[in-house]
């Protein structure tokens, strides 16, 4: 089965750390996607953009309502997306793994493969 980690953050948060510290997270990172590809669990790694990038839309009385920001009510956004395929306990071991589960939500969610 093929399972979506996702991390979530703010802006703030990613801007606390210092060039270095965000430089170790980005190689924990590599290391981390480094051994799933040699496993074969990887099946996409995708980081996102920061929020002031995003752009939510919503249909309103058949007129698409265009706003900035992923979700205007959250504190925190997407902020990276990995999609591995595993049973669902190893899922939840590889979201144990990503530097982010140390300070930050890192959510595991089974993949729709539905028509």
């Known amino acids: 089965m093929?399972?979506?980690l996702?991390?979530?953050g703010t802006q703030a948060g990613w801007a606390a750390f210092s060039p270095e510290e965000f430089q170790?997270?980005?190689?924990?990172?590599?290391a981390w996607i480094a051994k799933l590809r040699e496993t074969g669990e990887l099946v996409a790694a995708?980081?996102?953009?920061g929020e002031d990038q995003a752009r939510s839309v919503r249909v309103r009385d058949g007129i698409p309502v265009v706003t900035d920001g992923p979700f205007v009510e959250a504190k925190e956004f997407l902020a990276s997306?990995?999609?591995v395929e595993c049973s669902a306990e190893?899922?939840?071991e590889l979201a144990a793994g990503l530097p982010e589960a140390e300070f930050s939500a890192v959510e595991v969610r089974p993949v729709?493969?539905?028509s």
């Not at 995708?46 to 953009?49: D, I, R």
């Open 2 to 4: 093929k399972y979506a």
């Open 6 to 8: 996702m991390i979530y």
């Open 24 to 30: 170790t997270l980005v190689d924990r990172h590599d």
């Open 46 to 49: 995708q980081g996102l953009e």
């Open 81 to 83: 997306l990995y999609i």
């Open 90 to 92: 190893r899922a939840v």
């Open 112 to 114: 729709f493969e539905g």
